[in-house]
């Protein structure tokens, strides 16, 4: 049995089906692990939900950024469905009930005592350790999953607010927490988010005060492994305790896995029919 985590897929069923090929996937023995972002922009995430779904207990997905816009849209915040979306065949589907259903019992965190691992679709802010990232996943898990998500899902589409505080309350508290979660890619020091930020590190001004997230050294959670996926421009990645695994397929790039046991990478390029001739890295 082998366990394989795979970065943001986004509806590029053509290539998640490839890729599973190259490593000889077995859904009766091994495991897949989706760091989020199993839909949107590419052109099959109607099939790419149902099969993650069928895979049952054989599948581990955490939500990303664009698996929350679905549940958001599909809860009726047509305000803020996109042009560049392709989230209509979902929406539309026999099965939408059942899929949406499905999406909204996915957790904002995994974690594997027996890897060593923790799997988050964006990042952590400097102020968290792995106690306080679990437990903050859980306060937005139980809210997706009771009464009140669909107040909470109108209540996300903020930057506000930047900056971590216990004393945060209400929606601006979880909205925090999933932009954490969902979103994140660049913090200064101090903790506070740059979430316009989406380019490669490298090509960032040294003097800048926003950093990648898992680059700053005093970080409460420098004693964990995470995997994580959401930043296409910085692509697969390794070094800091993490692993990046968003190779930007459906932007012509790649899609990528990870093999635990023995930390191999596979991947494969982008068939070309997934690439959007739109947009930026999202």
Known sequence: MSTYAIGDIQGCYTELQRLLELIHFDPREDVLWSAGDLVNRGPNSLEVLRFFKALGKRAIVVLGNHDI??????????????????????????????????????PFLHHDPEFGLTMIHAGLPPQWNL???????????????????????????????????????????????????????????????????????????????????????????????IIFGHWATLGHYTGNGVYALDSGCVWGGALTALRLEDKQVFS??????????YGVYE
């Open 69 to 106: 816009h679905l549940l958001a849209i599909a809860s009726g915040n047509f305000q803020y469905l996109k042009s560049k979306d392709t989230l209509t065949p979902i929406l539309q589907a026999p099965d939408r009930e059942e899929l949406i259903q499905w999406l909204r019992q996915r």
């Open 131 to 225: 106690l306080q990232a679990r437990q903050y996943a859980v306060e937005i898990e139980e809210t997706l999953r009771g009464s009140t998500f669909q107040d909470y899902l109108a209540n996300l589409y903020s930057d506000e607010p930047k900056k971590w505080s216990e004393k945060l309350k209400d929606w601006e508290r979880k909205r925090f927490i999933t932009n954490c979660f969902t979103r994140l890619r660049y913090c200064n020091a101090k903790g506070k988010l740059a979430l316009k930020k989406k380019g490669n590190p490298n090509d960032v001004d040294k003097n800048d005060e926003d950093k990648p997230w898992f680059s700053w050294s005093h970080r409460a959670s420098n004693d964990m492994q």
């Open 268 to 277: 494969v390029s982008c068939a070309g029919e997934c690439f959007p001739a």
